[in-house]
Protein backbone atom coordinates (compact mmCIF):
# COMPACT_ATOMS: atom_id res chain seq x y z
CA UNK A 1 0.00 0.00 0.00
CA UNK A 2 1.37 3.16 -1.26
CA UNK A 3 -0.05 6.80 0.64
CA UNK A 4 -1.43 9.33 -2.58
CA UNK A 5 -2.94 12.50 -2.09
CA UNK A 6 -4.45 11.25 1.22
CA UNK A 7 -5.71 8.17 -0.50
CA UNK A 8 -4.28 4.92 0.37
CA UNK A 9 -3.13 2.90 -3.35
CA UNK A 10 -2.77 -0.77 -3.38
CA UNK A 11 0.73 -1.90 -5.47
CA UNK A 12 1.61 -5.12 -5.70
CA UNK A 13 4.92 -6.17 -4.35
CA UNK A 14 5.60 -9.78 -5.15
CA UNK A 15 3.66 -12.04 -7.84
CA UNK A 16 5.28 -15.75 -8.10
CA UNK A 17 4.11 -17.90 -10.92
CA UNK A 18 2.37 -20.92 -8.69
CA UNK A 19 1.19 -23.81 -11.74
CA UNK A 20 -0.63 -24.39 -14.95
CA UNK A 21 -3.38 -26.51 -14.21
CA UNK A 22 -5.64 -28.53 -16.66
CA UNK A 23 -9.13 -28.42 -14.69
CA UNK A 24 -10.24 -27.40 -11.47
CA UNK A 25 -8.78 -30.72 -8.81
CA UNK A 26 -5.33 -30.23 -10.31
CA UNK A 27 -5.58 -25.97 -9.22
CA UNK A 28 -3.84 -24.82 -5.68
CA UNK A 29 -5.60 -25.18 -2.65
CA UNK A 30 -8.09 -22.61 -2.06
CA UNK A 31 -6.72 -21.09 0.65
CA UNK A 32 -6.32 -17.59 -0.56
CA UNK A 33 -9.10 -15.53 -2.03
CA UNK A 34 -9.19 -15.53 -5.92
CA UNK A 35 -9.57 -12.99 -8.64
CA UNK A 36 -9.83 -14.65 -12.29
CA UNK A 37 -9.35 -13.00 -15.44
CA UNK A 38 -11.19 -14.38 -19.22
CA UNK A 39 -12.30 -12.91 -22.06
CA UNK A 40 -11.75 -13.49 -26.08
CA UNK A 41 -8.60 -15.02 -27.62
CA UNK A 42 -6.39 -11.64 -27.88
CA UNK A 43 -8.35 -9.64 -26.18
CA UNK A 44 -4.96 -8.55 -24.84
CA UNK A 45 -5.39 -10.30 -21.28
CA UNK A 46 -1.74 -11.35 -20.46
CA UNK A 47 -0.75 -7.43 -21.46
CA UNK A 48 -3.21 -6.33 -18.99
CA UNK A 49 -2.21 -8.89 -15.94
CA UNK A 50 1.44 -7.65 -16.71
CA UNK A 51 0.12 -4.45 -15.92
CA UNK A 52 -1.20 -4.54 -12.92
CA UNK A 53 1.51 -6.67 -11.21
CA UNK A 54 3.92 -3.97 -13.15
CA UNK A 55 5.94 -7.60 -14.22
CA UNK A 56 6.59 -7.52 -18.00
CA UNK A 57 6.83 -11.14 -18.67
CA UNK A 58 4.95 -12.79 -15.62
CA UNK A 59 2.00 -13.57 -18.33
CA UNK A 60 2.69 -14.75 -21.57
CA UNK A 61 1.80 -12.61 -24.57
CA UNK A 62 1.46 -13.90 -27.63
CA UNK A 63 0.61 -12.44 -31.53
CA UNK A 64 -1.08 -15.66 -31.49
CA UNK A 65 -4.60 -15.86 -30.41
CA UNK A 66 -5.52 -19.03 -28.30
CA UNK A 67 -2.19 -19.39 -26.71
CA UNK A 68 -3.24 -19.48 -23.51
CA UNK A 69 -4.71 -23.21 -22.75
CA UNK A 70 -4.47 -23.74 -18.57
CA UNK A 71 -5.45 -22.33 -15.91
CA UNK A 72 -2.10 -20.28 -14.69
CA UNK A 73 -2.39 -19.61 -11.23
CA UNK A 74 -0.22 -16.48 -9.78
CA UNK A 75 0.16 -15.45 -5.79
CA UNK A 76 -0.01 -12.27 -5.14
CA UNK A 77 1.66 -10.65 -2.40
CA UNK A 78 1.67 -13.79 -0.61
CA UNK A 79 -1.72 -13.50 0.50
CA UNK A 80 -4.16 -14.05 -2.49
CA UNK A 81 -4.37 -15.78 -5.93
CA UNK A 82 -4.34 -14.01 -9.74
CA UNK A 83 -6.06 -16.91 -12.53
CA UNK A 84 -5.50 -16.39 -15.91
CA UNK A 85 -7.83 -18.50 -17.56
CA UNK A 86 -7.98 -19.84 -21.24
CA UNK A 87 -9.51 -17.82 -23.37
CA UNK A 88 -12.80 -18.56 -25.06
CA UNK A 89 -14.46 -17.40 -28.72
CA UNK A 90 -11.16 -18.71 -31.51
CA UNK A 91 -11.49 -21.85 -33.90
CA UNK A 92 -7.98 -21.94 -34.43
CA UNK A 93 -7.37 -24.97 -32.16
CA UNK A 94 -9.01 -28.79 -32.50
CA UNK A 95 -12.54 -28.86 -31.90
CA UNK A 96 -11.54 -31.68 -29.49
CA UNK A 97 -10.08 -28.49 -27.69
CA UNK A 98 -12.99 -26.50 -28.13
CA UNK A 99 -14.95 -28.72 -26.74
CA UNK A 100 -13.27 -29.12 -23.66
CA UNK A 101 -12.36 -25.25 -22.86
CA UNK A 102 -15.97 -24.61 -22.06
CA UNK A 103 -16.77 -27.17 -19.85
CA UNK A 104 -13.14 -26.84 -17.34
CA UNK A 105 -13.94 -23.41 -17.46
CA UNK A 106 -17.86 -23.78 -16.56
CA UNK A 107 -16.27 -25.88 -14.18
CA UNK A 108 -13.80 -24.24 -12.41
CA UNK A 109 -16.06 -20.93 -12.35
CA UNK A 110 -18.99 -22.64 -10.95
CA UNK A 111 -16.56 -24.88 -7.95
CA UNK A 112 -13.80 -23.07 -7.36
CA UNK A 113 -14.87 -21.73 -3.78
CA UNK A 114 -12.58 -19.41 -2.91
CA UNK A 115 -13.17 -17.59 -6.28
CA UNK A 116 -14.28 -13.87 -4.98
CA UNK A 117 -14.54 -12.40 -8.75
CA UNK A 118 -14.36 -12.93 -12.45
CA UNK A 119 -12.61 -9.98 -14.46
CA UNK A 120 -14.13 -10.40 -18.28
CA UNK A 121 -12.06 -8.75 -20.45
CA UNK A 122 -14.09 -6.81 -23.34
CA UNK A 123 -11.73 -4.97 -26.73
CA UNK A 124 -13.06 -1.28 -26.79
CA UNK A 125 -12.57 -1.54 -30.45
CA UNK A 126 -15.13 -4.05 -31.26
CA UNK A 127 -19.04 -3.88 -31.24
CA UNK A 128 -21.11 -5.76 -28.78
CA UNK A 129 -19.61 -9.45 -29.94
CA UNK A 130 -22.08 -12.84 -29.54
CA UNK A 131 -19.47 -14.82 -27.48
CA UNK A 132 -19.17 -12.14 -25.51
CA UNK A 133 -22.69 -11.20 -24.47
CA UNK A 134 -23.60 -15.10 -24.18
CA UNK A 135 -20.53 -15.63 -21.76
CA UNK A 136 -21.69 -12.45 -19.70
CA UNK A 137 -25.38 -13.73 -19.61
CA UNK A 138 -24.28 -17.45 -18.53
CA UNK A 139 -22.21 -15.68 -15.76
CA UNK A 140 -25.50 -14.07 -14.53
CA UNK A 141 -27.82 -17.25 -14.82
CA UNK A 142 -25.18 -18.83 -12.29
CA UNK A 143 -25.17 -16.09 -9.86
CA UNK A 144 -21.93 -15.90 -10.68
CA UNK A 145 -19.40 -12.42 -9.12
CA UNK A 146 -18.20 -10.38 -11.82
CA UNK A 147 -17.09 -7.64 -13.31
CA UNK A 148 -16.43 -6.30 -16.78
CA UNK A 149 -13.27 -4.62 -17.57
CA UNK A 150 -12.35 -2.63 -20.96
CA UNK A 151 -8.98 -3.09 -22.48
CA UNK A 152 -6.99 -1.32 -25.15
CA UNK A 153 -8.86 2.01 -24.30
CA UNK A 154 -5.68 3.99 -25.54
CA UNK A 155 -6.54 2.67 -28.64
CA UNK A 156 -9.50 5.09 -29.18
CA UNK A 157 -10.21 9.01 -28.78
CA UNK A 158 -11.79 9.96 -25.61
CA UNK A 159 -14.73 11.02 -27.38
CA UNK A 160 -14.54 7.96 -29.58
CA UNK A 161 -14.23 5.56 -26.61
CA UNK A 162 -16.78 7.26 -24.45
CA UNK A 163 -19.16 6.55 -27.06
CA UNK A 164 -18.49 2.68 -27.41
CA UNK A 165 -18.62 2.50 -23.80
CA UNK A 166 -21.77 4.06 -23.49
CA UNK A 167 -23.41 2.35 -26.79
CA UNK A 168 -21.80 -1.29 -25.17
CA UNK A 169 -23.93 -0.25 -21.95
CA UNK A 170 -27.29 0.01 -23.77
CA UNK A 171 -26.81 -3.35 -25.25
CA UNK A 172 -26.33 -4.52 -21.79
CA UNK A 173 -28.64 -2.47 -20.49
CA UNK A 174 -31.57 -4.56 -21.88
CA UNK A 175 -30.96 -7.37 -20.15
CA UNK A 176 -29.33 -6.43 -17.16
CA UNK A 177 -30.72 -4.09 -14.00
CA UNK A 178 -28.52 -3.33 -12.51
CA UNK A 179 -25.91 -3.03 -14.93
CA UNK A 180 -21.70 -4.93 -14.07
CA UNK A 181 -19.32 -2.71 -12.94
CA UNK A 182 -17.37 -1.62 -15.22
CA UNK A 183 -13.22 -0.79 -15.01
CA UNK A 184 -11.26 1.35 -17.98
CA UNK A 185 -8.01 0.16 -18.66
CA UNK A 186 -4.69 0.21 -21.15
CA UNK A 187 -2.08 -2.09 -20.36
CA UNK A 188 0.14 0.27 -22.48
CA UNK A 189 -0.18 3.39 -20.23
CA UNK A 190 -1.41 1.54 -16.93
CA UNK A 191 -4.38 3.62 -16.80
CA UNK A 192 -6.87 1.49 -14.74
CA UNK A 193 -4.52 -0.13 -12.69
CA UNK A 194 -5.22 1.57 -9.67
CA UNK A 195 -9.16 0.72 -9.48
CA UNK A 196 -8.95 -2.53 -10.61
CA UNK A 197 -6.23 -3.19 -7.88
CA UNK A 198 -8.53 -1.49 -5.22
CA UNK A 199 -11.60 -3.65 -6.17
CA UNK A 200 -9.68 -6.45 -5.50
CA UNK A 201 -7.96 -5.08 -2.33
CA UNK A 202 -11.50 -4.50 -0.67
CA UNK A 203 -13.23 -7.76 -1.91
CA UNK A 204 -10.30 -9.32 -0.32
CA UNK A 205 -11.81 -7.94 2.88
CA UNK A 206 -15.12 -9.74 2.61
CA UNK A 207 -12.97 -13.07 2.47
CA UNK A 208 -11.03 -12.27 5.44
CA UNK A 209 -13.95 -11.66 7.51
CA UNK A 210 -15.08 -15.06 6.65
Not at 93 to 121: C, D, G, H
Not at 128 to 139: A, K, N, V
Request: hydrophobic share 35%; aromatic share 10%; charged share 25%.
Amino acid sequence: MTENAGKTEYRIQEAKHTGSSPGLKECPKPIFPEHAFIGRSNVGKSSLINMLTGRRKLAHTSSTPGKTRLINHYLIDGHWYLADLPGYGYARVSKTERLQWPAMIRNYLEKRRNLLNTFILIDTRLEPQTSDLEFLRWMGEKALPFSIVFTKCDKLTRGKLDKAIKDYMLVLAEEWEPLPTTFRTSAANGNGREEVLQHISETNKLWEKT
